[in-house]
């Protein structure tokens, strides 16, 4: 492939592509036609778009493509999925990037606002958020805050819960927002900022100070004790003590006063106010020549449109010809003369297939840019649509004919927009097309149900001829349809609907938006004047392998009187007759398919009872039973009070690498550009559960072109076994443990050719036993050898005296890191020594670099390993990305060259371990007014095949058990089951999560056992100040209690509980639930060396400060808060502090980047270094009172003054003895209470979370603003652990089942809190605390508390339950997956489809949680 500007003859014009990208024209010859976009862009060095799936699902790849519509005689600008578009389909568009947006010096003000408004952490979803919004202030520079959000539905962001980056993109949908300012009081006013940089007041102090107006006193170096307040820096504002013009605000205006009371809200309208203005009118314009272009109008000498016929340079590439004809005629000559040739659209299913499936389509003709193929016309009978035409389009004009034609006569059109607007995501829906989507004949179309049920006909081409056919006998089965290989779907017909026909459509997915369906239908209906029904189709999807007609049910209902009852019970039995699964149906679910089948029905039926007027019990309930969900737009709200007595710390200052990851200017280690040689791995991964290795043949692989070596256990020169037990192997020498686990590596010179080789080498195996969930291996013993146990108190005696001694089981589910960026690291061989640098996207680089070490049988002197930021991390780059980076060293090493890996997003998933699930068996002794009296509790967490940390996630469980409750008595013992899956490993949360959750679900249970509300049952336990916890901590600043009861009346609880009990009374299908959930986390590593941090500051001659310290920055905000404990503690402003990295060769023998505790380290680290430099720096600094900072270092460097100092930092007095329940378990405490409210479709399982508040006690925060975002972020990963994220493996192979957002599905913006709010806890007594500036760890904490949604989607189901009468125990398990609410409603409905134990013998449903 070559590159060049335009200036080819017009006869070899058909085998080169020209687009525009960000302005800029660009000529591609013989482009590879395997290439996507994504991987172009990239290989240009444009890297702000990344990879985060490859499949379509994540939106980190998203860039807008603009190209003049000649059908609408317009530009369209859509948002597009590079990942999924081939580079050759953008031949005539204008592709823009976020590199084409603006700088980190001159950002974009969509660019501006996420990153001031904190919407970008790790950054890696960023540039794809921001090229959505961007997109869709092209299209309407003035939004709604609806239209807002919905340009997000195929965005996923795994570090900041969406809240921020609403709030921040929500600027542009209202004047209000954009030019003024918000009062805490939610009031918002307008005031112009007088200028860029001050706070709007004339004279404002801000303005008038040089940079180092921050520095107190002229310069005097007073250095604080960070624990105490400073005492020479008196106000928040300036140095101008009440001169400040903030503080003569305060004074003059009672909206300032307003202002500081809730400084969150300050500070948001603060930043606001300094936005720049958003001027569409300034925008990169579609280049004119396009226009043209498109048209076919250019001149002689000028390229234009035209058919395309390449063929591939490259004898391997998969595909070899590519045919772009431009009209239908063309288009079937080519099929005629190439009928093996595949069709290609939008793309969106066959790059699926190609990603995924690795099917290879030789001959391809795409057919996006034929004309005749997106007519629209219309008779008097229906409507014609053009076979590809795309979802967006389609959906306008469905709109269009439904305000032309009214509702009754576009029901069907109606039906299928409904469905539309559910299926993939606007970035899917702006390339796919209807074609694609019927043609594929996939059992979860959402389009082929509604198609079926009205009754559409398909015009077939070929160069024959044309012919109708009813899709009806058009879909023949799995994937399968009638049409012939010569000829293209040319048109679907859809008729227009008759009185008294009424068709809807419906949907369930795992997730709201951006999912596939589970089970999908069309249902339509047509009664007589009488109510007779004379036609109905009721058609599924996601029940068979193809979209089927319910033929039985329609026969029952055709004849009968639509509304009366009896019609229904025949209906709904008929339907549940022929839409039978089997218990172990592919895909798993069967009950709860069943149980939508006729739910959906009994809706369709409530609602056309209604809109026919057809009165029945049902139709009284139908505006229960439509889409609750329809989108409501989100807000928020943050509270935490302003700092007064620190100038930097505690301010809500923004992430500093913010508006370079908003610019897509922030490096990545995958961002690096490839060094000359460089060669990349790909990974043989394990096709069997358990098995010995009899042999590993490479020769297929070795003979592909590009392949330079591959690599086996036998290869590794040094040692094999790692991690602290050395139970595991960097590349398994005789036995595979786990299906997924990398056998072993190939190098090749290209990503593409080292995955391809992989697949060519044949492994014989020979099977052994396995084990997969924590179940299984209870009963067979499959346990690693350490216990965990610990008694306090009398249990026995405890039960004995109990009213009541209860006993069940709690089980929490794995749940995936999804970090954004996947594993990926670069060796680089420094060619003497033996030494080598390692790039890695890493949490633990003292880990990786030992590791390293020791496998390649060097010291770990001659190893460096770095990192700049990490993509997100959770704990999934602790310990599981170190074999990742002994791969690429393992490469360098045997080649002498740089070697790159970057796993897929399914590789990842199969690969690296996750969060551990837990069962815990638990023994109760309770009064009867819930008092807890002893408990004893026998906790199995599923290990996977080696230990890794599961020892001490293991301790944590078991540490946290207690929560916030004093169990008086308690037992507690704990093993880790060994099974044949991934390691598990360190996640946010670190086994106290599921501790946690374990015995909150025993209190629910309790609860309902003794009639008590469970918040009671919290209460009554809680610990009161100054109590022991079971391992002997005195609870000290315990400010549990005080939230609970300040939360309580502040988020009106009780009146609320009022309120939901009324709604619960008033619905019956649709329930409201509440919960009040407190946590407590203990902050320490178990393990007690971990507990110590390192930093290096180097003060430079020119000012300037390099700080560098022992932790890696993921996105929480770590590098920001140690820049700004330096700025502090050096009395300098933020902007002298810089920090590069974090790497070995500056920081030694570093502690991973985890467990909550690294700004406490790393802070205390950075604080001493800094104190000791500013002790030096003191006596140049009263001599040059008033100078420039840069003057006083350079006096001091000319003296001879060391301006490097190293700072060590070891937490005081941690340390627990497990055998003699001794020493102090966790240095503090961090706290917090939520309460979380939701609202249940009890028919489908399908819920919003109306509403949470928050408050957390997180001491002294270093930056309140990151710390907000912390809380909002674990939040809603704790919300996707306890609902969405289902983690499973198939129970055949043990083969991952979830490998990508495709099947596995983190929250989207759309499932986080209707109304969000967030409180820090102010004024508390923070004096005991021995942290960095009275700080607490917060990146963990707050992820339990996003269980409060679960606990309250049990409450709706409880209700539920009351009102059916149902008595028997409700036993819920997390995640409360929309099947598992649904099925535990057990109504009518969901009884009926129960499959009975006969038919349940000797099955095993085809996906199993483990
Ligand atoms: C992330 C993601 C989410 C998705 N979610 C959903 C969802 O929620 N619901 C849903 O229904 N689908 C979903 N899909 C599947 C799919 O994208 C859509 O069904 C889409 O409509 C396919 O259209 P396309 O133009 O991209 O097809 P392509 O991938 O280009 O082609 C698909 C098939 O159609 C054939 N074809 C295309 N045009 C013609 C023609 N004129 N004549 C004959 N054959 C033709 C092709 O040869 C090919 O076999 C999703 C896909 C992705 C990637
Ligand atoms: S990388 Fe393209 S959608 Fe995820
Ligand atoms: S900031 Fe969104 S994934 Fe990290």
New binding site residues.
């Given amino acids: 492939m070559t590159m060049s500007s335009f200036t080819a003859p017009a006869a070899s014009r058909g085998s080169s592509i020209l687009f525009y990208l960000n302005g800029q024209r660009v000529v591609v010859d013989h482009p590879d036609l395997d290439m996507t976009l994504l991987q172009y862009l990239r290989s240009t060095g444009l890297t702000g778009t990344k990879l985060g799936c490859g499949?379509?699902?994540c939106g980190a790849c998203t860039v807008m493509v603009s190209r003049y519509d000649t059908d609408e005689s317009r530009i369209i600008h859509a948002s597009i999925i590079a990942c999924?578009c081939p580079l050759v389909t953008i031949d005539g568009k204008h592709v823009i990037t976020v590199e084409g947006l603006g700088t980190s010096a001159k950002p974009h003000p969509v660019q501006e606002r996420i990153a001031l408004l904190h919407g970008s952490q790790c950054g890696f979803c960023t540039p794809g958020f921001v090229m959505s919004l961007y997109t869709l202030l092209r299209n309407n520079p003035s939004p709604t805050e609806h239209e807002i959000e919905e340009c997000f539905d195929g965005n996923l962001c795994r570090c900041t819960g969406y809240r921020p980056i609403l709030d921040a993109a929500k600027t542009f949908a209202d004047i209000a927002w954009r030019q003024g300012t918000v009062a805490a009081d939610g009031s918002i006013y307008v005031s112009e900022p007088k200028a860029k940089g001050g706070c709007g007041i004339d004279g404002c102090c801000r303005l008038q100070t040089s940079p180092e107006a921050v520095v107190a006193d002229g310069g005097s170096a007073i250095v604080h004790d960070p624990t105490k307040a400073p005492t020479s820096i008196a106000n928040g504002d300036c140095d101008k003590g009440s001169g400040c013009c903030k503080v003569q605000k305060r004074h003059d205006s009672g909206l300032a006063e307003c202002k500081v009371v809730n400084q969150a809200e300050a500070d948001k309208a603060a930043v606001i106010a300094r936005f720049q203005r958003y001027d569409p009118t300034q925008e990169l314009i579609f280049p004119p020549f396009l226009i043209r272009y498109a048209k076919r109008t250019t001149s002689d000498s000028e390229p234009q449109l035209r058919p395309l016929d390449i063929t591939s340079t490259d004898a391997q590439s998969w595909c070899q010809r590519y045919i772009r004809p431009l009209t239908l005629s063309e288009l079937l000559a080519a099929l005629e003369k190439h009928p093996d040739a595949?069709?290609?659209?939008?793309?969106?299913?066959?790059?699926?297939q190609i990603k995924l499936k690795r099917s290879k389509f030789p001959t391809q003709i795409y057919?996006n840019d034929i004309p005749e193929?997106r007519q629209i016309s219309e008779t008097s009978d229906g409507v014609t649509f053009g076979?590809?035409i795309t979802?967006a389009r389609f959906e306008r004009v469905l709109d269009a004919f439904a305000a032309k034609h009214g509702a009754q006569r576009t029901q069907s059109l109606a039906a299928l927009r409904e469905n539309l607007r559910?299926?993939?995501?606007s970035q899917?829906r702006n390339?796919?097309?209807i074609?694609?989507?019927i043609?594929?004949a996939?059992p979860?179309?959402?389009?082929n149900p509604v198609f079926l049920a009205a009754g559409a006909t398909l015009t077939l081409a070929s160069t024959s001829g044309e012919r109708r056919v009813p899709i009806s006998e058009f879909i023949l089965g799995y994937q399968r349809t009638a049409?012939r290989p010569d000829e293209?779907?040319v048109s679907v017909s859809v008729p227009f609907n008759n009185e008294g026909e009424v068709v809807r459509a419906f949907k369930q997915a795992k997730r709201k938006i951006n999912?596939?369906?589970i089970v999908t239908c069309g249902l339509r209906v047509q009664v007589d004047e009488s109510q007779c029904v004379v036609d109905a189709a009721f058609a599924y999807g996601g029940v068979a392998p193809t979209t089927v007609l319910a033929h039985a049910a329609a026969r029952a209902a055709i004849g009968s009187t639509w509304g009366d009852r009896a019609t229904l019970d025949c209906v709904l039995g008929a339907c549940q007759q022929e839409l039978q699964l089997d218990y172990a149906v592919p895909g798993g679910m069967a009950e709860y398919r069943m149980a939508l089948t006729t739910s959906f029905l009994f809706k369709f039926w409530a609602i056309s009872c209604d809109t026919l007027g057809a009165t029945c019990a049902e139709s009284m309930l139908a505006h229960e039973l439509g889409d609750g969900d329809e989108h409501v737009v989100s807000k928020a709200r943050q509270e935490y009070a302003p700092v007064e007595d620190r100038v930097i710390v505690g301010k809500g200052v923004a992430h500093l690498a913010a508006l370079k990851q908003v610019t897509g200017e922030a490096r990545y280690v995958d961002d690096m550009p490839e060094l000359a040689g460089e060669l990349h791995v790909g990974l043989v991964l394990s096709t069997r559960v358990h098995a010995r290795i009899l042999g590993i043949d490479a020769e297929k692989a070795l003979a592909l072109p590009g392949v330079v070596r591959v690599l086996t256990a036998r290869d590794v020169p040094g040692e094999n076994h790692w991690n602290l037990f050395k139970d595991e192997e960097i590349l398994p020498s005789d036995t595979t443990h786990y299906h997924g686990q990398p056998l072993a590596l190939v190098l090749a010179t290209t990503r593409k050719i080292a995955q391809e080789a992989a697949r060519l080498i044949f492994v014989d195996y020979e099977d052994l036993p396995a084990v997969l969930s924590i179940r299984d291996a209870i009963s067979q013993s499959s346990f690693f050898d350490e216990t965990r146990q610990h008694i306090n108190g009398d249990v026995d005696a405890a039960l004995a005296a109990a009213d009541f001694v209860l006993e069940g089981e709690s089980y929490c589910g794995v749940q995936e890191h999804f970090y954004m960026e996947t594993m990926c690291a670069v060796a680089v061989p420094k060619g003497e020594d033996g030494e080598l640098e390692v790039i890695a996207s890493a949490q633990n680089l003292t880990e990786t670099q030992m590791t390293v070490a020791q496998v390649l049988g060097v010291p770990a002197s001659r190893v460096i390993c770095r990192v700049k930021r990490l993509g997100g991390g959770f704990g999934g780059k602790d310990p599981r990305s170190v074999p990742i980076s002994a791969f690429a060293a393992l490469g360098a090493h045997h080649t002498g060259r740089s070697v790159r890996i970057s796993l897929d997003r399914d590789e990842d998933m199969q690969t690296s371990g996750q969060r551990h699930p837990f069962l815990g068996k638990w023994t109760v002794g309770v009064t009867k007014e819930g008092r807890i009296l002893g408990l004893r509790a026998r906790i199995y967490s599923n290990g996977g095949f080696s230990r890794d940390m599961s020892i001490a996630v293991l301790e944590r469980a078991i540490t946290h058990f207690d929560n916030c409750y004093h169990m008086c008595a308690t037992d507690f013992l704990g093993r880790v089951c060994r099974t044949n899956t991934q390691s598990k490993t360190a996640f946010r949360g670190f086994g106290s999560c599921q501790g946690m959750f374990l015995s909150e679900s025993m209190l629910c249970e309790v609860a309902d056992h003794l009639g008590l509300s469970v918040e009671g049952v919290r209460e009554i336990n809680m610990y009161q100040p100054g109590d022991l916890t079971p391992f002997n901590q005195e609870l000290v600043g315990w400010n549990v209690p005080r939230m609970w009861t300040q939360l309580r009346a502040k988020a009106k609880y009780d009146e609320r509980r009022q309120a939901v009990d009324e709604f619960n009374r008033q619905s019956i299908h649709r329930k409201r639930g509440l919960a009040m959930l407190p946590t407590k986390f203990g902050i320490s590593f178990e393990i007690d060396f971990l507990n110590q941090g390192m930093a290096l500051v180097h003060v430079y001659m020119d000012g300037s400060v390099l700080v560098a310290h022992g932790g890696t920055e993921m996105g929480q905000g770590l590098h920001t808060k140690m820049a700004m404990v330096a700025a502090e503690t050096l009395e300098l402003p933020l902007e002298s502090i810089f920090i590069s990295e974090t790497a070995t060769n500056t920081t030694a023998n570093t502690s991973p980047t985890g467990a909550s505790v690294s700004s406490d380290l790393n802070g205390y680290a950075v604080y001493n270094a800094c104190k000791e430099l500013a002790d030096r720096l003191r006596p140049y600094r009263q001599r040059m009172a008033g100078e420039l900072f840069a003057k006083i270092a350079m006096a001091a460097y000319l003296d001879r003054c060391n301006l490097t100092a190293t700072g060590h930092y070891c937490t005081p007095d941690v340390g627990f003895d497990w055998d003699k329940n001794e020493g102090l378990l966790s240095f503090y405490h961090t706290q917090g209470v939520a309460i979380a409210e939701v609202e249940l479709d009890t028919l489908t399982g399908s819920h919003s979370t109306l509403r949470v508040d928050i408050i957390m006690d997180i001491g002294r925060s270093l930056n309140k603003a990151l710390d907000i975002g912390q809380i909002e972020g674990a939040f809603a990963q704790g919300q996707g652990w306890t609902t969405s994220e289902e983690f499973l493996h198939s129970s055949s192979t043990g083969q991952t089942f979830t490998t990508g957002p495709?099947s596995y599905k983190i929250p989207s913006a759309m499932d986080i809190p209707r109304d969000f709010r967030v409180e820090l806890l102010e004024d508390a007594d923070t004096s005991a605390l021995k942290t960095i500036f009275s700080s607490k760890g917060v990146g963990e904490p707050p992820l339990f508390l996003g269980a409060s949604v679960f606990f309250a989607l049990r409450d709706a189901v409880l209700a539920k339950r009351r009102q059916l009468g149902v008595t028997a125990p409700l036993h819920m398990e997390s995640p409360a997956t929309p099947e598992a609410l649904r099925m535990a409603c057990e109504d009518q409905l969901a009884l009926m489809v129960r499959i009975p134990q006969d038919l349940r013998e000797g099955k095993v449903p085809s996906v199993i949680r483990i």
């Fill in positions: 499949e379509g699902g999924l595949k069709l290609v659209a939008g793309n969106s299913r066959l790059g699926m057919v193929l076979a590809n979802l559910y299926i993939a995501n899917i390339v796919a097309t074609a694609g989507n043609v594929t996939s979860i179309s959402d389009l049409m293209v779907l999912d596939i369906a495709s």
